[in-house]
C-alpha cells in the first residue's frame, strides 16, 4: 500500500462552451519517505497534477474522473481526496500534506511578519498555542539554517532576500510535519549555491521527519541528483517512468531520450545538445494519440490514432510509446 495512489486522474479546463483535456488519466504512486520527481517542458501539466492533489484547483479547471487515494495511516483505510468535502480537506492541507509553491515572494502575505506566516498553520491546526507555535517557529527557522532566527522572525517578506524567502516557505510547509511535501520548481530562478541549499535543506526533512516529497521541476539534471524514482509528463500525459538510473542509462521514449539528450555535461562539451523540435501543443491543440507524435521523428500513423498502451519494461520501469523495448539505434 503506497502513502498516494492516483489513478487515472483527468483534468479539464472550461474554455466558453468546452471543457478541454488538461490531464489525460494520469496514474502514479509514491511510496512512504519517497522522494519522486515530476519532470517535463512548461504547460505540461506537473503544476496542475500537483494542485489536483490537494484540490486547489483554479476556477475554470474540474477534476472529470479518477481517484487520489492517500493513506495516511497504515492501519486505517487510505482515503479518496476527490470525495472529501472541504472541511475534511481543509485537516489535511498543511498538516498531512503540504505544497512548496513557486514565486515564493507572490505567496508570501508581504503584510504579515515571517514568524506569524510560520506559526499559522500550527494554529489552525491545533497543534500549538501562541507560545508554542512561536517556540516551534523560531525552531524550524533555526533548522533551516537561516542566521538570527528571532530577526528573520519578526521581519517582512520583503526584508529577507528571494533564497531566504524560499527557506521561509519551506518552514510553512515542513511545520507540521507533514508525510507528504509537493515541492513544485522550489529551485527556480536561484542560483547554483542557493539551489543546493535548497536541495539539502528538502533531504533533511525526508531523512528526519520521513516525509515523502513530490518533487516537480523542469531540469532533469537536479531531478537526476535528488530523485530516486522520477515521472516524464508531456502534454497532460505521463509518458514514461521509473528508476532514476534506469531511466538516464535507458530512456525508452523518444521525449525522455530528448530531454535528457538536452542536459549539458562534460561528455556532451563541445558539441551541439540535442533539440526538440516544436513545442508543447496548448490544451487547444492537444490530437487523438500520442501526443508527442507531431515532434516525434520515429512516429507513426499508430501514433496518431490512440494514445499507446503501457508497456511494462522490468524493474519498475514503464513508457506510453509503441517503440519501448525496441531499438532506436
Given at each position: 500500500?503506497?502513502?498516494?495512489?492516483?489513478?487515472?486522474?483527468?483534468?479539464?479546463?472550461?474554455?466558453?462552451?468546452?471543457?478541454?483535456?488538461?490531464?489525460?488519466?494520469?496514474?502514479?504512486?509514491?511510496?512512504?519517505?519517497?522522494?519522486?520527481?515530476?519532470?517535463?517542458?512548461?504547460?505540461?501539466?506537473?503544476?496542475?497534477?500537483?494542485?489536483?492533489?490537494?484540490?486547489?484547483?483554479?476556477?475554470?479547471?474540474?477534476?472529470?474522473?479518477?481517484?487520489?487515494?492517500?493513506?495516511?495511516?497504515?492501519?486505517?483505510?487510505?482515503?479518496?481526496?476527490?470525495?472529501?468535502?472541504?472541511?475534511?480537506?481543509?485537516?489535511?492541507?498543511?498538516?498531512?500534506?503540504?505544497?512548496?509553491?513557486?514565486?515564493?515572494?507572490?505567496?508570501?502575505?508581504?503584510?504579515?511578519?515571517?514568524?506569524?506566516?510560520?506559526?499559522?498553520?500550527?494554529?489552525?491546526?491545533?497543534?500549538?498555542?501562541?507560545?508554542?507555535?512561536?517556540?516551534?517557529?523560531l525552531d524550524m527557522i533555526e533548522k533551516l539554517?537561516?542566521?538570527?532566527?528571532?530577526?528573520?522572525?519578526?521581519?517582512?517578506?520583503?526584508?529577507?532576500?528571494?533564497?531566504?524567502?524560499?527557506?521561509?516557505?519551506?518552514?510553512?510547509?515542513?511545520?507540521?510535519?507533514?508525510?507528504?511535501?509537493?515541492?513544485?520548481?522550489?529551485?527556480?530562478?536561484?542560483?547554483?549555491?542557493?539551489?543546493?541549499?535548497?536541495?539539502?535543506?528538502?533531504?533533511?526533512?525526508?531523512?528526519?521527519?520521513?516525509?515523502?516529497?513530490?518533487?516537480?521541476?523542469?531540469?532533469?539534471?537536479?531531478?537526476?541528483?535528488?530523485?530516486?524514482?522520477?515521472?516524464?509528463?508531456?502534454?497532460?500525459?505521463?509518458?514514461?517512468?521509473?528508476?532514476?538510473?534506469?531511466?538516464?542509462?535507458?530512456?525508452?521514449?523518444?521525449?525522455?531520450?530528448?530531454?535528457?539528450?538536452?542536459?549539458?555535461?562534460?561528455?556532451?562539451?563541445?558539441?551541439?545538445?540535442?533539440?526538440?523540435?516544436?513545442?508543447?501543443?496548448?490544451?487547444?491543440?492537444?490530437?487523438?494519440?500520442?501526443?508527442?507524435?507531431?515532434?516525434?521523428?520515429?512516429?507513426?500513423?499508430?501514433?496518431?490514432?490512440?494514445?499507446?498502451?503501457?508497456?511494462?519494461?522490468?524493474?519498475?520501469?514503464?513508457?506510453?510509446?509503441?517503440?519501448?523495448?525496441?531499438?532506436?539505434?
Amino acid at each position: 500500500m503506497s502513502l498516494l495512489e492516483v489513478r487515472n486522474l483527468s483534468v479539464g479546463i472550461r474554455r466558453k462552451n468546452k471543457c478541454l483535456p488538461a490531464l489525460g488519466g494520469i496514474d502514479f504512486d509514491i511510496e512512504a519517505a519517497e522522494i519522486v520527481g515530476l519532470a517535463g517542458e512548461s504547460g505540461c501539466g506537473k503544476t496542475l497534477s500537483a494542485l489536483s492533489i490537494l484540490r486547489l484547483l483554479p476556477q475554470a479547471a474540474e477534476i472529470e474522473g479518477g481517484s487520489i487515494i492517500f493513506n495516511a495511516d497504515i492501519k486505517e483505510k487510505g482515503r479518496d481526496l476527490l470525495s472529501l468535502d472541504e472541511a475534511a480537506l481543509c485537516r489535511i492541507r498543511g498538516r498531512d500534506i503540504s505544497m512548496i509553491f513557486q514565486e515564493p515572494r507572490q505567496s508570501l502575505n508581504p503584510l504579515i511578519r515571517i514568524g506569524a506566516q510560520i506559526s499559522e498553520t500550527l494554529k489552525l491546526h491545533g497543534l500549538g498555542d501562541g507560545k508554542q507555535a512561536r517556540a516551534a517557529a523560531l525552531d524550524m527557522i533555526e533548522k533551516l539554517g537561516l542566521a538570527e532566527p528571532e530577526k528573520i522572525f519578526n521581519a517582512y517578506p520583503h526584508q529577507i532576500s528571494g533564497g531566504m524567502c524560499q527557506r521561509v516557505m519551506i518552514a510553512i510547509a515542513a511545520i507540521c510535519r507533514p508525510r507528504l511535501l509537493i515541492a513544485d520548481e522550489p529551485s527556480t530562478a536561484l542560483d547554483q549555491a542557493s539551489q543546493n541549499q535548497i536541495l539539502t535543506l528538502l533531504g533533511q526533512i525526508n531523512r528526519n521527519f520521513g516525509a515523502s516529497i513530490l518533487f516537480i521541476s523542469h531540469d532533469l539534471s537536479l531531478v537526476r541528483r535528488f530523485c530516486r524514482r522520477f515521472l516524464v509528463m508531456y502534454a497532460g500525459r505521463i509518458v514514461e517512468k521509473g528508476p532514476a538510473e534506469t531511466l538516464f542509462s535507458a530512456p525508452a521514449h523518444p521525449y525522455t531520450r530528448g530531454l535528457i539528450g538536452a542536459i549539458p555535461n562534460r561528455e556532451h562539451r563541445g558539441r551541439p545538445l540535442a533539440n526538440i523540435n516544436g513545442r508543447v501543443p496548448s490544451i487547444e491543440d492537444r490530437l487523438p494519440g500520442c501526443p508527442f507524435a507531431p515532434r516525434c521523428p520515429q512516429a507513426g500513423e499508430r501514433c496518431l490514432s490512440a494514445f499507446p498502451p503501457e508497456t511494462d519494461l522490468g524493474g519498475g520501469h514503464l513508457a506510453h510509446c509503441i517503440m519501448a523495448g525496441k531499438s532506436h539505434a
